[in-house]
């Protein structure tokens, strides 16, 4: 019986991990970090955050609940919206706190100024 229970300890602890990989991560926007995962045809969203902007604060703090849930695909790549004019200017962004979410070169979703959970949840869930 000792030895089903570690078999058993293992599968869930692999099953975790590839769940845990496959959940969504944060991490600032490079163009070479957004054309590798679109590319690889991969779940990528942009989040055009600004430090003074109470909204994408909110969206913020939403999107880190989202860490390691594995419901939630791909990768936030966070855009400084202060300093990253040519991509915005090259995706038609004219405000902080847009979202986009891609799967690969597809565009899924777009939006702006939204802090609801369920929302943006669905939102990011758009690139599956």
């Known amino acids: ?20 990989c496959a959940a969504m991560d ?18 990528v969203s942009l989040s055009f955050f600004a430090k003074w902007c109470a909204t994408c604060l909110m969206q913020e703090r939403v999107f880190r609940t989202f860490q390691g849930d594995a419901s939630v695909p791909g990768t936030l790549l966070v855009v400084d919206y202060d300093q990253s004019h040519q991509i915005m200017q090259r995706l038609h962004v004219h405000a902080q706190s847009t979202l986009i979410v891609y799967k690969g070169h597809a565009e899924r979703h777009r939006s702006g100024g939204l802090t609801d959970p369920q929302a943006l949840k ?3 869930q758009s690139a599956r």
């Open 122 to 124: 669905k939102a990011l």
């Open 26 to 43: 944060i991490v600032a926007y490079t163009p070479e970090g957004l054309l590798k995962r679109q590319q690889a045809g991969e779940a």
């Open 1 to 20: 019986m000792g030895h089903v229970n570690k078999r058993w300890g293992l599968a869930m602890a692999c099953s975790l991990a590839v769940a845990s």
